[in-house]
């Protein structure tokens, strides 16, 4: 990645107002580093335009890595967090230990992880509980709902009506949008957002298979696209998606960097430049569900 500071587009992230990079920097990127390690990335993504950081307690080590960064940057990153718990005093556990390892006192969006269906934001209750509490205490500007499976824009959509959260995130690339059931979903949740100007981040942008039988050679549960044009067009898929406002980069960090650079010179696909691309790519295998065709890359 290019070490000069790199004009990247921004868009404003719904009811947030928050004009976020087109890129948001995948916090699981720094699952394995310390704080020596994450510093020369962390630097480069700024230096490329990025001002939003997305990272969770799960992934691995991120949190403590990037935190010793952070106050110093405060001024220049919008930092979400998310928590996967179920139960209160376990949701407030988490926050506090996130706060801590960020080393801020407040989140700009603090989000329920990993939320793919309605059985699971009923599981959630409590969590959300300590999520708005969070929102009226200061600790967190705004909040939001995350998910990473089939079930996800339905399941976001409920908890809009619920909870009248201020961002959503889910999977959007050329595969998946191939499914007219997901699709159909996601465009229902869409609308929903563009009516209650709910911030739209998207996930998955460079996936390309599930890894099947083949062994992980980057850091991400599915297989990404390998060449600069699968990786961009995926990003510009994403990012030319009606009501998308902006897409997290994935765990890899090689894969990262790669898609950022692909979104600092990004250019919209047309309508038709879209459908055609969700076309050619209908006989590859979906990434989805999860439960069947994840891999962890550590095994």
């Not at 587009?9 to 704080?35: K, Q, V, Y």
């Not at 949190?63 to 979400?80: M, N, Q, S, T, W």
């Not at 992880?113 to 509490?133: C, K, Q």
């Not at 976001?156 to 007219?180: G, N, S």
Request: aromatic fraction near 8%; include cysteine; hydrophobic fraction near 40%.
């Amino acid at each position: 990645m290019d070490d000069k500071h790199t004009t990247m587009e921004t868009r404003r992230l719904g009811r947030t107002g928050h004009h976020s990079s087109i890129a948001i920097l995948g916090g699981a990127a720094f699952a394995t580093d310390t704080p020596e390690d994450a510093e020369p990335f962390l630097a480069e993504a700024l230096a490329a335009g990025v001002n939003h950081l997305d990272i969770a307690p799960g992934y691995g080590l991120a949190e403590r890595a990037v935190g010793p960064h952070l106050p110093a940057l405060r001024d220049r990153l919008f930092i979400a967090c998310k928590t996967g718990e179920t139960e209160r005093d376990w949701a407030q556990q988490r926050l506090d230990k996130t706060l801590t390892r960020l080393q801020v006192d407040h989140l700009d969006l603090y989000q329920a992880h990993g939320v793919t269906s309605v059985d699971e934001l009923d599981r959630r209750a409590e969590a959300f509980e300590v999520i708005l509490d969070a929102r009226e205490q200061g600790l967190t500007r705004f909040i939001g709902i995350t998910g990473h499976d089939l079930g996800a824009p339905r399941a976001h959509l409920e908890a809009i009506r619920r909870y009248d959260v201020d961002t959503v995130m889910f999977p959007v690339y050329p595969r998946v949008w191939a499914d007219p059931v997901y699709r159909a979903d996601a465009e229902a949740l869409l609308a929903e957002c563009a009516a209650r100007d709910v911030g739209v981040m998207a996930i998955k942008a460079v996936a390309w298979r599930p890894w099947g039988d083949r062994r992980p050679d980057t850091m991400t549960w599915y297989e990404p696209h390998r060449t600069d044009a699968g990786i961009e067009r995926g990003v510009r898929f994403a990012l030319s998606t009606p009501g998308v406002h902006a897409f997290c980069t994935p765990s890899d960090p090689g894969t990262a960097r790669r898609a950022i650079e692909a979104a600092a010179r990004y250019t919209p696909l047309s309508d038709d430049e879209r459908t055609a691309v969700a076309e050619d790519v209908g006989a590859d295998e979906p990434i989805f569900p999860i439960a069947e065709r994840a891999v962890s890359p550590w095994r």
